[in-house]
């Protein structure tokens, strides 16, 4: 009989790992509660007089409903973005036609350029077509990810090839065939789509600060960066805004971390 | 998915417990944000002072200047109407040199209307 090795050691570094990896989440959020310096000696570990008026402040001081809407319709047209092109060019990808592993190895070299160096002919790019300093300029980048377009093949290529037929045999077209068959069995794939996409998107600073213009065009992030250069002696209400930029984010992935982690699983086993 | 199961769903729950929220918060707002701040001036005694001068300063990250004064009535009441602020402080002063510490305010949101805990006005030594 095999004896199994106790498991109360994993759990004891599951548990130690955890706490480091939230003890920063925990300072943030106690400081958006106290205001305490992050300089203060000895610093207080649990929050003392905690309270939500750095909230309140951020939300009138500046123009947080506005920063926070601008990013909503970024995101949510990235996010829509995505899942119609990724979801196109990933059906395209399960296909066989003349030059697809070379459309496959294009699409993986030009994940190795990292965007910093695609920035100017992106830049002139979105200026030729007329749309920087609106949304859509804020969101060309992230309209289609190749990460994404691969997550979305994989899981394609698991669903069984004699369903597809069966759909074409009963007369359904490409794009049908996508949104009846694919798209029902491919969950996983559009929850890490959207997870993927809401994250860089969300969290966008030097695109948007390359195409914004006016301010009130900001987003989240750019917002944060101007609070910084702004405000003075204001500890509880910078981190006060870290929280509600941060929020939304983990709000989103909370709710779908299990299909997050499985459409990511998905595309290790079988991209 | 019966529509039942998607109505028990988190990603229909969850997002409707938040505009649950956010929708009776802006309810409860708009019920209470006359921009009233009232309360009473008293001496150390207790005793109401009546003609004192209550001044709101207006104060935040970027500014600290008088908002509004007004006058306390023959009960020591004072009331501030219009207030779109949501921090500030408040102090009293007497004709007779005396003045209350100055108190700071913080509300929920802009224009709360707020019953202010009674100011008590000493004199120069207290």
Not at chain 1, 65 to 82: D, E, F, K, Q
Not at chain 1, 207 to 213: E, G, H, S
Request: charged content about 15%; aromatic content about 12%; proline content about 6%.
């Amino acid at each position: 009989m095999v004896r199994r090795a106790p498991s109360w050691p994993r759990h004891a570094i599951m548990v130690v790992v955890s706490f480091l990896m939230l003890v920063p989440f925990y300072w943030v959020l106690k400081t958006s509660l106290t205001g305490e310096n992050i300089y203060a000696y000895p610093p207080h570990v649990v929050p003392v007089d905690p309270h939500l008026f750095h909230y309140v402040d951020v939300w009138y001081l500046i123009p947080f409903p506005r920063y926070l809407l601008n990013s909503v319709i970024v995101t949510t047209m990235a996010i829509c973005g995505n899942l119609l092109f990724n979801t196109a060019a990933g059906y395209a990808l399960t296909k066989q036609f003349p030059g697809r592993r070379w459309v496959v190895l294009l699409f993986l070299s030009c994940m190795l350029i990292p965007f910093q160096a695609t920035i100017i002919p992106a830049y002139l790019i979105t200026s030729a077509l007329g749309v920087l300093n609106s949304y859509l300029g804020i969101a060309l980048p992230l309209l289609s990810t190749i990460i994404c377009i691969f997550i979305f093949k994989a899981s394609f290529e698991a669903v069984p090839r004699s369903l597809i037929d069966a759909a074409r045999v009963d007369g359904l077209s490409e794009w049908r065939i996508i949104v009846r068959i694919m798209l029902p069995l491919s969950k996983s794939a559009i929850a890490t789509n959207v997870i993927l996409t809401f994250i860089w998107s969300w969290n966008a600073f030097l695109w948007p600060l390359i195409v914004i213009r006016t301010p009130e065009m900001q987003t989240l992030p750019l917002g944060l960066a101007r609070f910084l250069s702004v405000m003075e002696d204001t500890t509880g209400a910078l981190f006060a805004f870290v929280v509600m930029v941060l929020v939304p984010g983990l709000t989103i992935f909370l709710m779908a971390q299990k299909e997050f982690i499985r459409g990511l699983a998905t595309g290790a086993t079988k991209g | 998915m019966t529509w039942r199961r998607r109505l028990r769903h988190r990603f229909f729950i969850v997002p409707l417990a938040l505009a649950l929220l956010v929708g009776a918060w802006n309810l409860y707002i708009g019920l209470h944000d006359g921009g009233i701040i009232e309360g009473e001036v008293r001496d150390r005694a207790g005793a109401p002072v009546p003609g004192a001068t209550v001044i709101f300063f207006e104060r935040n990250f970027v500014y600290y200047q008088e908002k509004q004064r007004t006058t306390t009535d023959g009960t020591g009441t004072y009331r501030f109407t219009g207030m779109q602020v949501h921090v500030g402080q408040l102090e009293a002063r007497t004709d007779d040199g005396r003045h209350s510490e100055r108190r700071q305010l913080r509300l929920w949101f802009r224009a709360q209307d707020t019953e202010v805990a009674p100011l008590v006005v000493a004199g120069p030594r207290g």
